[in-house]
């Protein structure tokens, strides 16, 4: 028999197995640093995921009051030309659980609210006399899941009279 398997020994005969090996040590702590650094990757990216998800749905609401405002007629835009018959109102007021623009819209378990504020631009000349435009300002809230506080998204924009 050319080779034989003998366990180390020490000077004094006693084996030395049972304990781990400086290398074997080191190559599990790289491997586990390693582990921990993909998981805070992976966790960090699905942080972000949820905060586009959120801020998606939040652009869409806002959309969607911009186009309604967009596609209704000029004397109905806001509350002071038609009272609570305006697009501002309808936007700001739910009529109940049918209302298909209503303010407030829950999804994943977040609740957002949208809040539309529409007003006349005045002349800059004599600022009381408007000018045939509406600013229309849309401000969309929600808090997140992670109890992150978020700043609100809001979107401004002008509508022109074309009659």
């Known amino acids: 028999m050319l080779f034989s398997f003998r366990p180390a020994t020490s000077g004094t005969g006693r ?17 586990l640093s390693i582990l921990f650094t993909l998981a805070i990757i992976f966790s960090s990216s699905l942080n972000q995921s949820k905060k586009l998800r959120d801020y998606s749905i939040a ?24 009272g609570n018959k305006s697009v501002e109102s309808d936007l700001n007021l739910s009529s109940g659980p049918q209302d298909p623009i209503s303010p407030e819209f829950e999804s994943g ?5 949208r809040d539309v504020e529409i007003t006349d631009v005045m002349a800059a000349e004599d600022g009381k006399r408007p000018v045939g435009l509406k600013l229309i300002k849309v401000t969309v809230n929600w808090k997140p899941l992670d109890g992150g506080k978020p700043e609100p998204f809001v979107v401004t924009s002008t509508i022109a009279n074309m009659n």
Request: no cysteine.
């Open 15 to 31: 084996s030395l197995s049972g304990g781990y090996t400086l290398p074997e040590l080191l190559i599990t702590i790289l491997l």
């Open 59 to 82: 652009v869409a609401l806002a959309q969607q009051a911009v186009e309604i405002a967009r596609s209704a007629p000029f004397t109905l835009l806001d509350d002071a030309d038609a």
């Open 109 to 113: 378990g977040i609740k957002y609210r």
